[in-house]
């Protein structure tokens, strides 16, 4: 059971607070954003999700800029609570179509009457949107999404200058368009993180895939959804229905789970036949299925670096990426980090000619090195020099000290597990009824590290 709920702004401000308890003092939102704020133990730069503060719990996550906050003087699991807040700004953001500051504090009847029937005397009651909807009473007032800057979940859909359809991104699923009706639309997005590490000569040690396939419905009447996945999937290492494994039964085009779970809506009557997965949607975002795979797949990039001294207090690193997937998909918001020997004292960049949309910079604090790319287009080479100048001598080999690089991306339209959603089915009402169908991929780095 937790005693307070929260949010807070990135200024600290305190939007929405709900105390069900009263045993945690009321200036536990400042005290919270004071250690956040100031946090300095063990050296981290961010404070944990979770910490203790004379006797007090503290459970945290950050939504778009948002402090989502739940306190507690008991000894409760911390990733049900996380996953309560997670849930909480989901079903917030479902109703108002646009998660923010602004939108929180002219809602905020609407969300203290949501946080009312979510938890009651800090024990968890429902977190179901559609559920919900029976007994929430108060409208949204939307805001203008034209008007907002892009946020972060928004670009996942970006490709070069093509706007994915975003509406889901900025939809209440509970209010009507202006006119009174509602335009029939559901989103299906395959939205995959992979985590790899490259060994210093290139090769993969781990790779594995983390996936899921959420959907949001705009749906009016709830009609049954028939989604058919690939026909050669497999499950497990037995593969399930047809023996696939990871010797080659399958074949190299077959997409091989290690394991995956399903929403509870979701019937399995003839996924063992044909792989199509029928449920009626609830109504919000929801997860249809997760899955994991790690049997072996390409990775979008490929990581080379070099370094060579030039002295004895100088150095030079050479950081070469390449875009291993197709040419007509780009790559947005890329990242290269690489940690430096704690003597670096100046490091001077050397790009390209030409070069447009990077920016490189030596994060001194932390001895870090960032090299960012705005897009990377597939099949491109992009490298980047380093000459490094050290405060003392070094007396052993300086790539045991520097390293290992990390990369974070985001690219759209693109999966490396390769499944897909062969079509999207909906039960018609009528002949005339036919809603907009939005089927998305999306892939991002979850650790994606290469040895030196």
Request: charged share 25%; aromatic share 10%; hydrophobic share 35%.
């Amino acid at each position: 059971m937790i005693s307070q709920f929260f949010v807070l702004s990135q200024r600290g401000d305190s939007i929405v607070f709900r105390d069900y308890r009263g045993d945690v003092p009321k200036g536990s939102a400042e005290i919270f954003f004071r250690k956040v704020k100031f946090w300095k133990e063990d050296g981290g730069e961010e404070a944990p999700p979770v910490f203790n503060v004379d006797g007090v719990n503290y459970f945290h996550v950050k939504v778009v800029g948002l402090l989502f906050v739940a306190t507690s003087r008991t000894n409760l699991s911390p990733s049900l609570v996380l996953e309560l807040l997670q849930r909480i700004a989901r079903v917030i953001k479902d109703y108002l179509g646009v998660l923010n500051e602004d939108s929180l504090r002219k809602n905020f009847v609407l969300v203290y009457e949501l946080l009312d029937e979510v938890v009651d005397f800090g024990y968890v009651q429902t977190t179901s949107t559609e559920i919900l909807k029976s007994y929430i009473f108060n409208e949204p007032i939307m805001i203008d999404a034209g008007r907002l800057p892009p946020l972060g979940p928004a670009a996942m859909f970006m490709q070069g200058s093509k706007r994915m359809p975003g509406t889901a991104i900025t939809k209440s699923v509970v209010a009507n368009e202006p006119g009174g009706r509602k335009r029939e639309e559901i989103f299906v997005d395959i939205i995959e993180k992979i985590s790899i590490t490259f060994s210093s000569s290139g090769y993969i040690l781990t790779s594995e895939i983390d996936g899921t396939i959420q959907m949001k419905s705009y749906l009016t009447g709830n009609p049954e959804i028939k989604l058919a996945l690939n026909e050669d999937l497999g499950i497990g290492r037995a593969g399930g229905r047809s023996g696939y494994d990871y010797g080659g039964s399958a074949g190299s085009g077959a997409v091989v789970l290690d394991d995956c779970n399903f929403h509870e809506s979701v019937q399995l009557d003839s996924f063992d036949v044909d792989r199509t997965l029928t449920l009626v949607p609830p109504d919000g975002e929801f997860p249809v299925m997760n899955y994991r795979i790690t049997q072996e797949f390409k990775p979008p990039f490929r990581i080379n670096t070099l370094i060579e001294e030039a002295g004895s207090l100088k150095a030079e690193v050479i950081l070469k990426i390449r875009a291993e997937f197709p040419s007509d998909i780009t790559a947005n918001t890329i990242l290269v980090q690489m940690p430096l020997p704690t003597y670096t004292s100046r490091v001077s960049f050397e790009l390209e000619p030409g070069t447009v949309g990077q920016t490189t910079d030596f994060k001194e604090s932390n001895k870090r090195l960032e090299w960012s790319l705005k897009k990377v287009v597939g099949g491109s080479d992009h490298t980047l020099r380093a000459k490094l100048t050290f405060s003392q001598e070094s007396h052993g080999n300086i790539t045991k000290e520097a390293g290992p690089v990390s990369m974070t991306f985001t690219i759209p339209m693109y999966n490396p597990s390769r499944l897909q959603v062969k079509y999207l089915q909906i039960a018609k009402k009528s002949k005339t009824y036919n809603p907009y169908r939005w089927v998305r991929y999306v892939t991002q780095a979850n650790s994606y590290v290469a040895r030196i």
